[in-house]
């Protein structure tokens, strides 16, 4: 860079008393003028503020400032409002470097000298840094404007409608047959006790004629690549091998089929088909054939149900279909998955008949379920007289694998607590809790009425639970409250199992780059600020696969990550970061280390006329450096933290003399 | 008193957003280290760690994300296997492996941010300026 000497603006804050209490801001200040190249260095009480950030304008123009450099708080804090600024003043915004002194150092030292001696080492380091930056310039990338949500329960359902009704083109795909998610198996939802169903079906049908939405059941997701604005993904949707147009739902070829299994809606409690219907209000509305257990796919030969089908419905000869998606932004809503009761041994579910989950009771107690909303001891038929809940089943319970509350079973506890006194009045109910947790509108009013009900709570979670010769079920268990040891006999226990991220969960995620939280779950961009978005830009998130929640608080989530979508997706254009690798062909030798440890595919060695050459996919690569710490030849580098501009720091901090 | 010069490689998501959180929370620590952000810890080359103390760093941080935090996916992976190699490497220039150091912290981390920083500069301190080529 034979360029001529650059002219560099240094400001150093005091944020008010932040940085002004500790380090001795003029001083910094006044040393920074010394430095090569710096041509104005001022000290200013908010360099956020607006004359502050004018101050620097003003500067980059009358003194023809072509670097920047704000000593203040962290780039993380305000990188993006200096940057602004410069570009603002017509300075590329890349020619611009913020030095931390606020939280990396006047809010951790005290040492009123030492502090200032750091800020000064830190200044010198962004001047040696600032020297030697380049402009980079932001590319521009069209916005292909329709959407693609994945998974089809209520979190979903509920962004699509809002991206839909926004009038953005939105794809949902769902890898089951139905959409609906687990809202569709619950009976009543608290604490108002509606019918689940009767309010989600609805919106389940829209989902299916909006003319804005093409809905993808029983599919999923191959491959995703691309960025924000840009994205493309393969879809393979399973064959259903009935024909939708054709099938009138009549039922004749589930009557015919011999092929009997576990109704997975239904919790197992129910029977249906190889060819069958998923509930009755699924969304698409027409059978399936389940291939997996088909006589004829499977053995061969038995075709019934197309014998028999007076609607020509079913077509053996049907494939799996792969699509390509082209969308601008993603929403990811695959929710949860119930926790596997029969892992904890020690209450026997799968073992003994009359211990059931809460995602059973839903099945039990529901008019569409095994006993036709009779709740019954599934050992013998009876009614229980004496039912038992437990709570925090696999949550809150570091040796299952999750310390984590799961936020909503205690109140599903209390529903079905509830819905059991109105069907037994007289029945002994008992609830074994760790903490009832109810924060939610009307949650505790909720809880409240259980009690007055004659819902008995007692604080303690049982050991384990034992089996007599009758299926009755023995519980002990410590009222901590009271210190007294309960003995109790109960005809049926209801586990509240808690929520888990989706075992598929891993795969998808790695396929978009996601980052989890410990917990398994989405991690949001921001706990508290950005809810609703990923570390990936374009990839927004709602419902359950970010944590559990209830449906009043995932519908207002899908509401938060439409808005972020359409926000992406009404713009004609995005700004691509130009902060990627380059490679320098003349140094490259093809040995292919920086394509093998590149986690993106972003860099790949290629066939030119020079031999074997590394090139960069520039939409692809994200920037994190790994190939150009990888290179032998010093052939890549990343934009911004070149291996100059780092190196440059390093010697800075240790050699004040020779810096720059 | 002898103060070593450490140099700190921090990655943008994750320990440099630990080390503003520990200014948030005004947690104290040594004013002893520079800090230098990459975007990923897989970003810091052997070459400068090793510049770092040519130049006479007493000792060097590299901290990066959890293992599976990593922003972008696997590259503290990656940090860690370069980072066993440099120090047999250091150990070959005679240099006391101990003034490298690589360590994960969560943007959740403030604490224990400062406590790197802490025992690192208590650590240098017992070990002596760096004398290249010296034995050490
Ligand atoms: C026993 C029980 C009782 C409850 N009672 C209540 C209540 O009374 N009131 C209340 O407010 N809340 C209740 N809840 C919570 C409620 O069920 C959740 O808030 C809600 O279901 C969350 O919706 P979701 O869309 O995030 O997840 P889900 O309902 O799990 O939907 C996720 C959807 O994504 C699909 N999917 C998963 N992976 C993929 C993939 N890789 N590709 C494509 N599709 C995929 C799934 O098949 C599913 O259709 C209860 C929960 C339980 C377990
Ligand atoms: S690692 Fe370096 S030399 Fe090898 S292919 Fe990549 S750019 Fe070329
Ligand atoms: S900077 Fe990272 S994402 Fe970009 S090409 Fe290099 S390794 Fe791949
Ligand atoms: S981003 Fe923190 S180690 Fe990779």
Redesign the interface.
């Known amino acids: 860079m034979s360029k001529s000497e650059p002219r560099i603006g240094v400001y150093v804050c005091h944020c008010g008393l932040n940085i002004g209490a500790v380090v001795d801001v003029a001083a910094v200040a006044q040393y920074a003028q010394t430095l090569p190249g710096v041509v104005v260095s001022r000290e200013s009480t908010y360099t956020c503020s607006d004359n502050g950030q004018r101050s620097i304008q003003e500067d980059i123009e009358n003194h023809n400032l072509s670097r920047v450099v704000v000593a203040s708080c962290s780039p993380r804090m305000h990188g993006d409002t200096f940057m602004k600024t410069c570009e603002t003043a017509g300075l590329n915004p890349y020619l611009f470097e913020m030095v931390n002194i606020r939280e990396q150092c006047s809010w951790v030292h005290t040492d009123k000298e030492q502090a200032t001696e750091k800020a000064k080492d830190l200044v010198r380091m962004a001047v040696a840094k600032v020297r030697l930056l380049e402009p980079l310039e932001k590319q521009k990338s069209a916005v292909n404007k329709a959407a693609l949500v994945i998974g089809g329960g209520v979190a979903g359902i509920f962004s699509a409608l809002y991206l839909a009704n926004a009038g953005i083109k939105t794809y949902v795909v769902e890898k089951k047959p139905s959409i609906g998610g687990h809202m569709a198996q619950l009976d009543k939802t608290f604490p108002t006790l509606d019918c689940s169903l009767c309010i989600l079906s609805p919106r389940m049908a829209d989902i299916g004629k909006h003319e804005n939405i093409e809905l993808i059941t029983y599919a999923d997701i191959e491959n995703i690549s691309g960025y924000a604005g840009n994205f493309q993904v393969t879809v393979k949707s399973n064959p259903r091998y009935v024909i939708k147009e054709n099938c009138r739902l009549c039922g004749v070829c589930a009557e015919k089929c011999p092929i009997s299994l576990p109704d997975e809606f239904n919790m197992g409690l129910k029977k249906r088909k190889a060819v069958y219907i998923p509930f009755p209000q699924a969304v698409p509305n027409y059978y399936l054939i389940d291939a997996g257990h088909c006589l004829h796919i499977t053995k061969g030969g038995c075709m019934l149900c197309q014998k028999n089908c007076p609607n020509d419905a079913i077509d053996f000869e049907e494939t799996e279909a792969v699509r390509e998606l082209n969308v601008g932004a993603i929403i990811v809503a695959t929710g949860f998955e119930l926790y596997d009761a029969t892992q904890k041994k020690e209450y026997g579910y799968g073992r003994y008949p009359n211990v059931i989950t809460n995602m059973d009771f839903e099945r039990w107690v529901s008019a569409d379920g095994p006993t036709h909303g009779k709740v019954v001891r599934p050992s013998d038929g009876a009614p229980p007289q004496r039912i038992g809940f437990i709570q925090c089943v696999g949550s809150r319970d570091e040796k299952e694998g999750a310390v984590y509350c799961s936020r909503i079973c205690c109140m599903a506890t209390v529903k079905q607590a509830t819905m059991l006194r109105e069907k037994y009045p007289s029945a002994e109910i008992y609830v074994y809790y760790t903490d009832m947790r109810t924060p939610g509108k009307g949650f505790e009013e909720f809880y409240q009425r259980g009690r007055e009900h004659g819902i008995v709570f007692i604080r303690g979670k049982p050991g384990e639970i034992e089996e007599d010769d009758n299926h009755n079920l023995l519980i002990v268990s410590e009222d901590t409250d009271s210190g007294l040891i309960l003995r109790n006999t109960l005809d049926l226990v209801v586990l509240a199992c808690g929520l888990r991220p989706p075992e598929a969960l891993e795969e998808l995620a790695q396929k978009l780059h996601l980052s989890r939280s410990p917990d398994g779950f989405i991690m949001e961009a921001h706990p508290k600020l950005r809810p609703a978005e990923t570390s990936i830009s374009g990839v927004f998130l709602t419902g359950c696969v970010q944590f559990p929640k209830d449906i009043p608080d995932t519908v207002a989530q899908s509401g938060g990550a439409a808005a972020m979508a359409a926000a992406l997706l009404t713009k004609d254009e995005i700004e691509l970061e130009p902060v990627r690798a380059a490679v320098d062909e003349e140094l490259c030798i093809g040995c292919g280390l920086c394509e093998e440890n590149c986690d993106y595919g972003a860099i790949e060695v290629k066939k030119t006329e020079e031999g074997m050459k590394a090139q960069v996919i520039e939409v692809a690569c994200q920037g994190c450096g790994v190939c150009a710490a990888s290179c032998p030849q010093k052939a890549v580098t990343v934009r911004h933290f070149t291996d100059g501009q780092l190196l440059a720091q390093v010697t800075a901090a240790l050699e004040p003399e020779v810096i720059v | 008193m002898y103060e070593p010069?450490i140099?700190g490689f921090l990655c943008?998501?994750c320990s440099?957003?630990a080390?503003?959180?520990?200014?948030?929370s005004?947690?104290?620590?040594?004013?002893n280290m520079?800090?230098?952000?990459?975007?990923?810890s897989?970003?810091?080359?052997p070459?400068?760690v090793l510049?770092?103390f040519v130049?006479?760093?007493d000792g060097v941080l590299i901290a990066g994300c959890h293992p599976?935090?990593c922003?972008?996916?696997?590259?503290n992976y990656?940090t860690e296997r370069?980072y066993v190699l440099l120090r047999e490497m250091l150990e070959q220039f005679g240099i006391d492996p101990r003034r490298l150091r690589l360590e994960w912290c969560s943007s959740a981390e403030g604490g224990k941010f400062?406590q790197v920083v802490t025992e690192m500069t208590e650590e240098l301190k017992t070990l002596g300026p760096i004398e290249l080529g010296a034995g050490d």
């Open positions: 010069k140099i943008n998501w440099y957003a080390a503003d959180l520990a200014g948030t005004r947690i104290q620590y040594p004013s520079r800090a230098i952000r990459v975007m990923c897989s970003r810091v080359d070459e400068h510049r770092a130049n006479g760093a599976g935090d922003h972008y996916i696997s590259g990656k370069k400062a």
